[in-house]
């Protein structure tokens, strides 16, 4: 079935860095854009990062411009956020998703992993 | 940034009457394609947000006919017709006309 299982969460120190994996089946990976969506703890969702489907446009939020660098490997069906100079702030946990659309015309999250925390805290 | 605002936020629904949630866009959401950008999400306690409907008012694949999404510009409704126990959790509304793709603040629906 159609599946996203992310790995890599942990607690971190500020000033540190974390790669967070995700590992997609079920689908033709290579087919869709993919995102980081996140939530700090009891609070609501934020659209992190996205990517498109060949892996050569990205998207960042202003919150984490300059430190997190998304990426993909079609060839394994995986996808990659890689998170340095952590904050506090960034703790939450970390959703890999399906985004249906292309360009910019992205709609509808379609699949969601069950989500990975990261915990930046000295 | 285009800030989607929900309403109600506490939702306290009985078993078997219908249920309303509202959101609203700081700017229309309707794309030169005649589609509006916006989503409903469910995330149900413990669990992962799951899709409900998209662009507005396409009822996501499994989802109970039960749910239904209206409205254009900057104002849409997420109906549920008869709520069940399995409803419960919080509904969040997504705009993804332009990044950064903004959520609401989340409407949470119990039981009465």
């Known amino acids: 079935q159609v599946q996203l299982v992310e790995s890599g969460g942990a607690l971190v120190k500020p000033g540190g860095s974390l790669r967070l994996s995700c590992a997609a089946s079920?689908?033709?990976?290579?087919?869709?854009?993919m995102s980081w969506i996140r939530q700090a703890p009891g609070k609501g969702l934020e659209w992190v990062s996205h990517?498109?489907?060949?892996?050569?446009?990205?998207y960042y939020a202003d919150s984490v411009k300059g430190r997190f660098t998304i990426s993909r490997d079609n060839g394994k069906n995986s996808l990659n956020l890689q998170m340095n100079s952590l904050r506090a702030e960034d703790t939450a946990v970390y959703y890999c998703?399906?985004?249906?659309?292309?360009?910019?015309?992205?709609?509808?999250?379609?699949?969601w992993g069950q989500g990975t925390t990261v915990t930046v805290s000295s | 940034d285009i800030v989607m605002t929900q309403s109600p936020l506490p939702l306290p629904v009985s078993p078997g009457e219908p249920a309303s949630i509202s959101c609203r866009s700081s700017?229309?959401?309707?794309?030169?394609?005649?589609?509006?950008?916006l989503d409903w999400y469910l995330q149900k306690p413990g669990q992962s947000p799951q899709l409900l409907i998209y662009?507005?008012?396409h009822r996501a694949s499994g989802v109970p006919d039960r749910f239904s999404g209206s409205g254009s510009g900057t104002d849409f409704t997420l109906k549920i017709s008869r709520v069940e126990a399995e409803d419960v959790g919080v509904y969040y509304c997504?705009?993804?006309?332009?990044?950064?793709?903004?959520f609401g603040q989340g409407t949470k629906l119990e039981i009465k």
């Open positions: 998703a399906r985004v249906r659309g292309s360009g910019s015309s992205l709609y509808g999250v379609d699949v």
């Open positions: 079920g689908f033709i990976f290579s087919d869709y854009y």
């Open positions: 990517i498109s489907s060949s892996g050569t446009t990205t």
């Open positions: 700017q229309s959401l309707l794309h030169r394609n005649a589609y509006n950008f």
């Open positions: 662009l507005g008012s």
């Open positions: 997504m705009q993804a006309l332009q990044t950064p793709y903004t």
